[in-house]
DNA sequence: GTCTATATTCGGATAGAC
DNA sequence: GTCTATCCGAATATAGAC
């Protein structure tokens, strides 16, 4: 239920939104949807043309939400080593998951285009933006000349992802900050210092 | 549909998997189970009792056929470097995703101790060996003094949960095998070979 | 053990009044 | 723009015949 100051549209965006990160998209029901919203069924399909639609403008706004955050760690100030690191240690709620890396995983998502391209640009620009970062650092003499740059950023991004479904398992956050710790160790041993 | 030969419950459990696998938890009926072993519904209410019950089978198998395909790599011969590679190039239909890490997405699975404990197990297991390797790898000299062999490990599993989440939102292998290339280029710099 | 009814609720949406 | 009524099929099971 979000404040009813807020236009109908954007409290069902919300409400989606929160309903995607938490049950998927098969797991999330129009129903619950309006429920959350507080909003009737006949104003959520004036509103959207159904399910699909409304989950599109949902991960469209997560999706810059995401990029927006974790642009301002990675490209904050510092050597690249510290601006991974920002990026690696800023990560949240681990318990939660990372709401598109979640929607990578439903087979509804990934059939659906105008679904799938918000996840598929969102961690493309991460993976993009953390490459950068690292051969900046190489061209700096900061890090040790080594493994491709978009290697490394892959892996920085899959360590996080990976992190989520670990702690998740586990029903602790542990294996998050653990595989957290880890590649920050291995980045570490790249740096000239 | 599989083998009119295999017993009912063992057609039942396959399906079961082969469709968490694809579909997860929510997505998956039990009309859907039915159909695809070629099975009654009253068949398979007989063999269990109901939809979890036969989940939580079909966990506990994948979890045994994960662990044992990941021991026999991870026990293999070689040193502790090359151990680990062999672990981490033997994934495969990486676009299929990993049938456990997809079950920590899924707050029915997470919720339900019963279906929660196989994921929780395999993935705490391959840990523990993995961080046994490396520590063993560290002893004989093969490594240097580093991070905490229990981070490193955690590293190596998120890698590869991570590679499977970002494989999936771009639709190709390729961000997998970038990310265990970086892995492996950072973990190469560990030798004192 | 397996099959065919039957039951209940939910998912996803349309129709039309206000 | 929002509400209520209604629709149809799917999800998950139970009952009882064979």
Redesign the interface.
């Known amino acids: 239920m979000y404040s009813a100051r807020m236009a109908t549209q954007d409290r069902l965006i919300e409400s989606t939104q929160d309903l995607l990160w938490?049950?998927?998209y098969?797991?999330t029901s129009p129903k619950a949807i309006q429920q959350r919203a507080g909003v009737g069924q006949g104003s959520m399909y004036h509103h959207f043309e159904g399910k699909p639609d409304l989950a599109a403008a949902a991960l469209r706004r997560s999706a810059e939400q995401l990029q927006a955050a974790a642009e301002a760690d990675i490209s904050g100030p510092g050597t690249a080593y510290e601006r991974i690191a920002a990026y690696l240690n800023r990560e949240r709620e681990v318990l939660r998951?990372?709401r598109?890396?979640?929607?990578?995983?439903?087979?509804?998502v990934?059939a659906d285009a105008r679904l799938?391209a918000p996840?598929?640009e969102?961690?493309?620009r991460l993976?993009g933006r953390l490459a950068e970062v690292i051969a900046e650092g190489r061209a700096d003499g900061e890090l040790v000349p080594?493994?491709?740059p978009?290697?490394?950023?892959?892996?920085?991004?899959?360590?996080?992802?990976?992190?989520y479904?670990?702690a998740?398992?586990?029903?602790t956050a542990e294996?998050?900050r653990?595989?957290?710790?880890?590649?920050l160790?291995?980045?570490a041993?790249?740096r000239t210092v």
């Open positions: 938490e049950r998927g098969v797991g998951g990372c598109m890396g979640r929607m990578a995983q439903d087979p509804d990934i799938r996840v598929e969102t961690f493309g993976h080594g493994p491709d978009a290697d490394l950023a892959a892996a920085v991004l899959a360590v996080v992802q990976g992190g479904v670990l998740r398992a586990a029903g294996p998050f653990q595989a957290v710790r880890g590649a160790g291995l980045l041993a790249q």
